[in-house]
């Protein structure tokens, strides 16, 4: 496929089999996806991989650290997400320069979708998750983030036997301003 194809067919995909995913292959495509836009090269990204037993005793650990109403709250939306044979979490560290934080949110975001595109090409299934949970201080805390640091997304990593049809998207010609 080239960059084209594999742009418009990447979708979110949640449907996956057994399979399990290869730590090395997910780092190389990480070495790859790092090489994304990032204002005066701050490089405001880190990893965290879940996978196999540390995953499920990860989730079943922050899920006893909740109290009754947030197990209420979030337990569905962990269970969902955990079920993935992969997680992986993206990490920046927050800015006191709300201008220099903006762009390392976007510069991390860039380094998601390029993951996302090079895990499509590589027959990965994938979905990037955005969880209220990902803000509670036990998750935090569980994570070991460093003061400062908050979780951007968390994306699930899988092989599917099911593909899915990606959605149309409005033109962009029908979104465009062209000032002559």
């Not at 090269?41 to 109403?69: C, H, Q």
């Not at 220099?100 to 993951?115: P, R, S």
Request: a negative charge; charged letters at 25%.
């Amino acid at each position: 496929m080239n960059l084209e194809q594999i742009i418009k067919s990447r979708v979110s995909n949640t449907n996956f089999n057994t399979q399990d995913v290869d730590s090395e292959l997910i780092i190389n495509l990480l070495d790859t996806a790092v090489y994304a836009p990032n204002h005066k090269m701050r490089e405001p990204w880190r990893f965290i991989i879940f996978k196999n037993t540390g995953k499920d005793s990860f989730a079943d650990k922050y899920l006893n650290s909740l109290n009754v109403e947030q197990k209420e709250k979030y337990e569905a939306s962990v269970l969902k997400i955990f079920k993935a044979p992969m997680l992986l979490a993206f990490v920046m560290p927050t800015n006191q320069n709300m201008r220099d934080e903006l762009e390392d949110m976007e510069a991390v975001a860039t380094v998601i979708q390029n993951f996302l595109l090079l895990a499509t090409e590589a027959g990965l299934a994938t979905a990037w998750k955005t969880p209220m949970f990902s803000e509670t201080d036990q998750f935090k805390e569980q994570l070991n983030l460093e003061l400062g640091e908050i979780v951007i997304g968390l994306v699930m990593v899988g092989y599917s036997d099911m593909a899915r049809d990606p959605k149309s998207r409005k033109k962009a010609v029908t979104l465009t301003t062209i000032y002559k």
